[in-house]
């Protein structure tokens, strides 16, 4: 019974002994594990972000000293390109930006016209009736006038186109015209003036000289 008793104590004890050569082999193994830890793949990792941070901000461009290879902005026009101006319309057309008020003119054998002389050349009131006259227009006698300075035309309301056409006629060309006046100018009356509808007052210049 003694001899039992001693062999499981001995087997106790062998049984105590693997359980502690067991922690000791599983410490060493931890030992073991924790010594060889290696903070490299941590650094590992790290890598691949900063990689990635890299590819995702493109390094500058670098600029060549002589400006070749840059990105030419497409708004920029090169300083040395010519820049035309844009052409005249008006010019290339060859037409008038206004053209001019055409004159309506009246049936001349329907318009009276009076011409009285204020200038000391004879006969001109005369020679001027003779050439209107002559053109269709229904002339008043002739008429002396006070002193003029220069050769005018006046018409009644309504009659300004017909003054002008007079005008040209005679080679006045745009007058000076003017609205008749009451009374009339050049001391002519309202009896002489009858029923005219312009009044040509001749003034020392080329219509005294004109001969019609």
Known sequence: MESNRATNNQMALKGVVLVLALIAAGAFVLARGLDDDDPAPAAAEATPTATADAAATPPPAETPANGEGAEADPTAVPATENTAAAPDESASSGTSAEPPDE???????????????????????????????????????????????????????????????????????????????????????LENLGNAYVLVLIGPDSLAQRTG
């Open 103 to 189: 004159v309506q003119c009246r049936d001349p054998s329907t318009i009276s016209v009076l011409v009285a002389n204020g200038t000391d050349v004879s006969g001109a009131a005369g020679r001027l009736s003779g050439e209107l006259n002559a053109a269709n227009y229904v002339t008043q006698a002739p008429r002396n006038a006070t002193p003029q300075t220069s050769s005018a035309f006046y018409y009644r309301a309504g009659y300004e186109d017909d003054a002008q056409c007079i005008a040209n006629l005679l080679g006045a060309g745009a007058g000076p015209l003017f609205v008749m006046s009451d009374p009339p100018p050049g001391g002519i009356s």
